[in-house]
């Protein structure tokens, strides 16, 4: 405490804070970093979460380099302020003794909202404190989506999302785990239920394949898969991860971290072009994880990969592009291949309900409100623009959760 207390100290209290401005959800920093010193933990806590009902995720998951910490004045000369870590305190705290202030008069509408990652906590807690019957249905025996099984628990602490699910039951929340929606259960059939409107909020769970040869063998996986229960997986004593996003270092490191001797990250071009944060890439760095940069995966075998040397080129307009060395080729040996190059969605809700549009990539259709083809039916987060951040989703699912109120408001009076 008398750490953070110290981080808090250091702040300027800006009146013109660059941080905030440089927030995706224009958190208050100068205001909780007061509240804070102060003591007024429990006031600095209901701000962030009703700003925010991911805060405490967000401040462990968030890219703080370029938001917050990245643009902080003291950084400039010196060290930054680590308002993340403050926040992170603060909202851990009140998720445990907090409570979600809801709207007292019930307005008797019903809202199904399909999947329980980010976007769908998100919409659910927005509307049940507007005064909606709020339904969660997770195809999965345990709630949180992608941050219970996507973001390893050496970095997200499941009791985290324990208790942001609790603090949602408390508050009326209904959950239905072990159910998918667009097989049995339809969208057809949940409006027949009496719901009034449904949000789609399922995510990106199919990986993206390589394409290239044995890419099915017994020694390769993909990583979003693995991610879910790493402890399942016997990888042996040398693994190699191909990709370098957020989701190829949570592999990379969970490895590590579950007793891989060896694990290498390969990437087709440099650190510069990783799109994992600096934070991911220097944990792993940290944790023994070595990197094999301008290298491309070629084919997969029993022994291990065969990896070609690449090179980057750039045009006369400026634009870089990598191509492959001819006769480069060579076998990288290892126990297993974890591929992370992105997902797409897994998505039974667009095949069997024809009324919501999605584009070649299965990502569902949406106009500015966050409404689907279908009337009545909305959607955000991965499943609209592939996968992003945490704080990404709950800003635009804030918005969305907004639309739905305002769309049911419309109908009531017309």
Not at 33 to 43: C, F, N
Not at 89 to 96: A, M, Q, R
Not at 278 to 303: S, W
Not at 321 to 348: G, H, M, Y
Request: with cysteine; glycine share 8%; charged share 25%.
């Amino acid at each position: 405490m008398t750490e953070l207390i110290n981080k808090a100290n250091k702040c300027l209290l800006c009146k013109n804070p660059i941080c905030k401005q440089n927030c995706p959800i224009s958190t208050e920093i100068p205001t909780i970093i007061s509240l804070y010193k102060d003591g007024k933990t429990q006031e600095a806590g209901e701000i962030l979460f009703n700003n925010n009902p991911l805060s405490a995720i967000c401040a462990i998951v968030c890219p703080h380099e370029n938001q917050c910490l990245g643009n902080c004045i003291k950084g400039i000369k010196g060290e930054p302020v680590e308002f993340y870590k403050i926040e992170e305190d603060i909202s851990t705290e009140f998720l445990k003794r907090g409570k979600l202030k809801t709207n007292i008069d019930k307005n008797n509408k019903k809202i199904a909202v399909v999947g329980s990652g980010p976007a769908g906590l998100t919409v659910a807690v927005e509307l049940i404190k507007k005064g909606y019957d709020v339904t969660v249905f997770e195809k999965n025996e345990e709630l949180g989506g992608i941050l219970r099984y996507g973001i390893p628990e050496f970095r997200l602490p499941r009791s985290i999302i324990d208790n942001l699910i609790n603090l949602l039951k408390e508050a009326g929340v209904k959950f239905k785990v072990n159910t998918t929606i667009g097989q049995i259960i339809t969208i057809d059939k949940l409006f027949e239920d009496g719901y009034d409107s449904i949000f789609i909020g399922t995510g990106t769970w199919n990986p993206k394949r390589l394409n290239i040869k044995g890419e099915t063998l017994g020694n390769s996986y993909y990583a979003i898969d693995y991610l879910r229960s790493p402890k399942n997986y016997d990888l042996g004593e040398k693994v190699v991860v191909i990709g370098a996003g957020n989701v190829a270092m949570d592999a990379a490191r969970s490895a590590k971290y579950y007793g891989v001797k060896d694990v290498y990250v390969a990437y087709r071009r440099d650190f510069s072009d990783m799109s994992a944060t600096k934070a991911e890439i220097g944990d792993a760095l940290k944790e023994g994880v070595e990197f094999l940069t301008y290298k491309a995966p070629v084919e997969i075998n029993e022994n291990g990969i065969v990896l070609v040397d690449t090179k980057k080129i750039v045009d006369e307009e400026g634009k870089s592009s990598v191509i492959k060395i001819e006769n480069s080729e060579k076998l990288f040996e290892c126990d297993s291949i974890l591929i992370a190059v992105s997902q797409i969605p897994r998505n039974t809700i667009i095949s069997n309900n024809k009324s919501v549009k999605a584009n070649d990539k299965g990502l569902i259709i949406i106009d500015s409100e966050g409404s689907t083809s279908r009337k009545g039916v909305f959607s955000s987060g991965d499943v609209t623009h592939g996968p992003k951040t945490v704080i990404e989703a709950v800003v635009e699912s804030k918005k969305v959760a907004n639309s739905i109120d305002n769309y049911l408001k419309s109908k009531q009076t017309s």
